[in-house]
């Protein structure tokens, strides 16, 4: 219940870094304290699943004006819903970074702050950023 404030918090106070990686994203809230975290120095990138880049809704386009975000690069289809904040802070669970998540699912978020746990989603994030950078040819 009401997981988009937990998240806009965690994005308000984080200091240094943002990653994110996100199946779909269309949520105008988050992807401006996204943008806004980027404005205040805090380094922020992400990777979202190709198919959503354009999608109704997608914030893909705008944000990418604003922080350093790429589409996915792989075969398949990439479901991830992570945030890693300041190398310590995950947020994962099944909600979308998107309307319907806050408004009409029955979503589940884990906000958890272990820097070991951080540690492997940001390997995941490399995996994935790599990909996206370096696209694999497909089939």
Known sequence: ????????????????????????????????ELAAAARRGVLVEGVMEKQNTRGTGSVFEPLRQEIDLLADGNCYIMHHKVMIIDDTIVITGSYNFTGSAEASNDENLAIIHDRTIARLFIEEYRRIRRQAQEPLRCS
Not at 3 to 10: F, H, K, S, V, Y
């Open 1 to 32: 219940d009401q997981a988009l404030p937990l998240i806009l918090e965690q994005i308000a106070q984080a200091r240094q870094r943002i990653q994110f990686m996100a199946f779909s994203f269309t949520s105008a809230p988050i992807a401006e």
